[in-house]
């Protein structure tokens, strides 16, 4: 209670307070005061009473004494009327020795009626006492004057409290007005206003005022110099930021031209080598053929790093969720990795799991893939194991290794873009630093949980955390159909580069399809003029020569008057990885093949292409 009034007092303006401080104590004063000498009064009130009551009652005593001792009853009655007739006598008595009561003069005493004041005074005789007066006095004068006093008292009470308090908010007003304006001043001040206050207080509070005025001229000051040097290093950040855009987007740039630059030649050299290869006996030839073709899986496997991400910052990848079996992913990453790690004569353990998750199953493969590509890559002695466990709600993977291990200070970078740790005893080809940060995105992209712990020189884990899904029927799988017959097959080719249209040339021919070719926009309505009938399916680059563009050949091509109620297989093959040139093939909703493709992918994507046609006609 006491802690709550003074929670409650602390609240409490200073003016009210300061009042409080002046009242209370000229309150108690004042109470005290007046309260002795109203107490003062009534003592002598009293004092004065009984005076006169035994003043009474001696006259009565000496008027009595002689009829008393001749008993004269009606002398006594007259002594006791005389006494009675004194202002505030309520009755007369005169008793005998014995109390025996023999004259009286006033009223009796009724239950209920006031005390009176009563006096007993002796009637002395020579020898011995006669008898004795009772007088009662009456008090109601003294109740009276004692009303009327503490009236008074209260009367007084309320005017000087009053008073004193109209002084004391005066007084408070006084001190707790200037800093009251402090107050208002530093509220204005912490809102960024350049403010002063008057110098009009007493001594204390004027020193208060000057200090307060020094402080906020300082503070001003301060923040001049602050903005300025926030102005300052806001346009230098702008700068920075400016540049580092700028850099950023020249990377882009360069990776985006280098890829689409060199995926060129080395999409020509996958088709001149698949071609090569077709019916070739000689094992020496089929030797060094496969030795490029591994040459060009290799620089197909660093392009495609670039590809990935270049889709993902394009926004051109959306995840496809579906409730898959965990168990399946791990059965293709085993058959996938397990001849390459006892290659190496490592041991790659796939625990086997009966979990179902939710989540795309594309993503979640690609970014297995490159943990476990990447744990092989940095292992020597041990192995590789990959397993599942209960993570609450959802599913944590995890992919172990017992390889060189990640220092403290790389555990956060390894996940940047094109950062790699030196690491004298890892096999294989040094990559572009690009399938961790890969994951990085895929995992933002999938808003899966991605954690790694690892120690130097004992190894590394890496785990994602994702939703659990719901066990779903299998549905019965269809078997394979056979390999599409292009005998027949009227292809267009639609390409800037000789090299690559002669390399795609080869391998369709090869297929027995009948194939046309053109390096432009004008050569194809050329074609399109002159054929009794359209082609069956159209493959073409996205960029051509003169800035053209492979999407609005495909456009004008099915507007022309020859292609009337016919419908095309658009297939388009590119080396882009720009991401608005990634945009723009997803919002054409067009099959897309990424240079270099292989002859059995290419097959494959012109298959399902014409399916889907033969499917919407």
């Given at each position: 209670?006491?802690?709550?009034?003074?929670?409650?007092?602390?609240?409490?303006?200073?003016?009210?307070?300061?009042m409080?401080?002046?009242?209370?104590?000229?309150?108690?004063?004042?109470l005290?005061v007046?309260?002795?000498?109203?107490?003062?009064h009534?003592?002598?009130?009293?004092?004065?009473t009984?005076?006169?009551?035994?003043?009474?009652?001696r006259?009565v005593?000496?008027?009595?004494?002689?009829?008393?001792?001749?008993?004269?009853?009606?002398?006594?009655?007259?002594?006791?009327?005389?006494?009675?007739?004194?202002?505030?006598?309520?009755?007369v008595?005169?008793?005998?020795?014995?109390?025996?009561i023999?004259?009286q003069?006033g009223?009796?005493?009724?239950?209920?009626?006031?005390?009176?004041?009563?006096?007993?005074?002796?009637?002395?005789?020579?020898?011995?006492q006669?008898?004795?007066?009772?007088v009662?006095?009456?008090?109601?004068?003294?109740?009276?004057?004692?009303?009327?006093l503490?009236?008074?008292?209260?009367?007084?009470?309320g005017?000087?409290?009053?008073g004193?308090?109209?002084?004391?908010?005066?007084?408070?007003r006084?001190?707790?007005?200037?800093?009251?304006?402090?107050?208002e001043?530093?509220?204005?001040?912490?809102?960024?206003g350049?403010?002063?206050?008057?110098?009009?207080?007493?001594?204390?509070?004027g020193r208060?005022?000057?200090g307060?005025?020094?402080?906020?001229?300082?503070?001003?000051?301060n923040?001049?110099?602050?903005?300025?040097?926030?102005?300052?290093a806001?346009?230098?950040?702008g700068?920075?930021?400016?540049?580092?855009?700028?850099?950023?987007?020249?990377?882009?740039?360069?990776?985006?031209?280098a890829?689409?630059?060199?995926?060129?030649?080395?999409?020509?050299?996958?088709?001149?080598?698949?071609?090569l290869r077709?019916?070739?006996?000689?094992?020496v030839?089929?030797s060094?053929?496969?030795?490029i073709?591994?040459?060009?899986?290799?620089?197909?496997?660093?392009?495609?790093?670039?590809?990935?991400?270049?889709?993902?910052?394009a926004?051109?990848?959306?995840?496809?969720?579906?409730?898959?079996q965990?168990?399946?992913?791990?059965?293709?990453?085993?058959?996938?990795?397990?001849?390459?790690?006892?290659?190496?004569?490592?041991?790659?353990?796939?625990?086997?799991?009966?979990f179902w998750?939710?989540?795309?199953?594309v993503?979640?493969s690609?970014?297995l893939?490159?943990?476990?590509?990447?744990?092989?890559r940095?292992?020597?002695?041990?192995?590789?194991?990959?397993?599942?466990?209960r993570?609450?709600?959802d599913?944590?993977?995890?992919?172990?290794?017992?390889?060189?291990?990640?220092a403290?200070?790389?555990?956060e970078k390894?996940f940047?873009?094109f950062?790699?740790?030196?690491?004298?005893s890892?096999?294989?080809?040094r990559?572009?630093?690009?399938?961790?940060?890969?994951?990085?995105?895929?995992?933002?992209?999938?808003g899966?949980?991605l954690?790694?712990?690892?120690?130097?020189?004992?190894?590394t884990?890496?785990s994602?955390?994702?939703?659990r899904?719901?066990?779903?029927?299998?549905?019965?799988?269809?078997?394979?159909?056979?390999?599409?017959?292009f005998?027949?097959?009227v292809?267009?080719?639609?390409?800037?580069e000789?090299?690559?249209?002669?390399?795609l040339s080869?391998?369709?021919?090869?297929?027995?399809?009948?194939?046309?070719?053109?390096?432009?926009?004008?050569?194809?309505?050329?074609?399109?003029?002159?054929?009794v009938?359209?082609?069956?399916?159209?493959v073409?680059?996205?960029?051509l020569?003169d800035?053209e563009?492979?999407?609005e050949?495909?456009?004008?091509?099915?507007?022309?008057p020859?292609?009337?109620?016919?419908?095309l297989?658009?297939?388009?093959?590119?080396?882009?990885?720009?991401?608005?040139?990634?945009r723009?093939?997803?919002?054409?909703?067009?099959?897309?093949?990424?240079?270099?493709?292989?002859?059995?992918?290419?097959r494959?994507?012109?298959?399902?292409?014409?399916?889907?046609?033969?499917?919407?006609?």
């Open positions: 209670m006491v802690r709550k009034f003074r929670r409650q007092l602390i609240r409490m303006p200073l003016a009210i307070r300061l409080l401080l002046c009242l209370l104590p000229a309150f108690v004063a004042i005290i007046m309260s002795v000498l109203a107490q003062r009534i003592s002598e009130l009293q004092a004065l009984d005076g006169s009551a035994r003043a009474v009652a006259q005593a000496t008027l009595a004494h002689d009829p008393l001792v001749r008993m004269d009853r009606r002398a006594l009655l007259g002594a006791a009327n005389v006494g009675k007739q004194q202002p505030g006598v309520r009755q008595q005169v008793r005998t020795e014995d109390g025996e023999v004259a003069a009223r009796w005493s009724k239950p209920g009626d006031p005390l009176g004041l009563e006096v007993l005074e002796p009637i002395a005789g020579d020898l011995k006669e008898g004795e007066v009772m009662e006095f009456e008090l109601d004068s003294i109740e009276a004057a004692r009303r009327n503490w009236l008074t008292v209260v009367i007084l009470l005017t000087s409290s009053l004193v308090g109209l002084a004391g908010w005066w007084a408070a006084r001190i707790s007005a200037p800093i009251r304006k402090l107050a001043a530093v509220d204005e001040l912490a809102d960024g350049d403010v002063r206050v008057p110098v009009d207080a007493t001594a204390e509070v208060l005022q000057r307060f005025n020094a402080a906020a001229r300082a503070l001003a000051n923040r001049k110099i602050m903005q300025t040097q926030i102005a300052a806001t346009h230098e950040l700068l920075k930021n400016s540049q580092l855009e700028a850099a950023n987007q020249g990377k882009t740039r360069l990776l985006a031209a890829s689409h630059d060199l995926r060129q030649p080395l999409h020509a050299l996958t088709l001149f080598s698949d071609s077709t019916g070739e006996t000689d094992p030839r089929l060094r053929i496969e030795s073709q591994q040459c060009v899986s290799s620089l197909d496997r660093l392009f495609s790093e670039l590809l990935n991400l270049s889709q993902i910052d926004g051109a990848v959306h995840p496809q969720r579906v409730d898959m965990l168990d399946r992913l791990f059965e293709e990453i085993s058959r996938n990795f397990r001849p390459v790690a006892e290659e190496q004569n490592l041991r790659l353990v796939v625990r086997k799991t009966e998750v939710n989540t795309d199953y993503m979640l690609r970014i893939n490159n943990l476990v590509s990447n744990a092989l940095h292992t020597v002695d041990g192995g590789i194991l990959i397993g599942a466990r993570a609450g709600a599913i944590r993977i995890e992919v172990w290794d017992t390889g060189v291990g990640i403290p200070e790389h555990q390894v940047e873009e950062y790699q740790v030196d690491a004298p890892a096999r294989g080809a990559g572009l630093g690009l399938g961790l940060a890969t994951v990085r995105r895929l995992c933002d992209l999938l899966m949980d954690q790694l712990r690892s120690r130097p020189g004992r190894g884990v890496v994602v955390v994702v939703p899904g719901q066990p779903v029927v299998p549905q019965p799988v269809p078997e394979a159909a056979p390999p599409m017959d005998s027949g097959i292809i267009l080719v639609v390409d800037d000789p090299n690559i249209l002669e390399g080869l391998v369709l021919r090869s297929w027995g399809a009948t194939v046309l070719t053109a390096e432009s926009r004008s050569e194809v309505m050329a074609l399109a003029d002159e054929w009938s359209p082609p069956d399916v159209v073409t680059d996205l960029l020569r800035g563009n492979g999407l050949v495909l456009r004008e091509l099915e507007r022309h020859k292609m009337r109620g016919r419908s297989a658009r297939l388009l093959v590119t080396g882009e990885t720009k991401p608005d040139r990634l723009e093939i997803a919002d054409a909703r067009i099959s897309v093949l990424h240079k270099p493709v292989a002859s059995a992918i290419l494959a994507a012109i298959t399902q292409a014409m399916a889907q046609r033969t499917a919407s006609s």
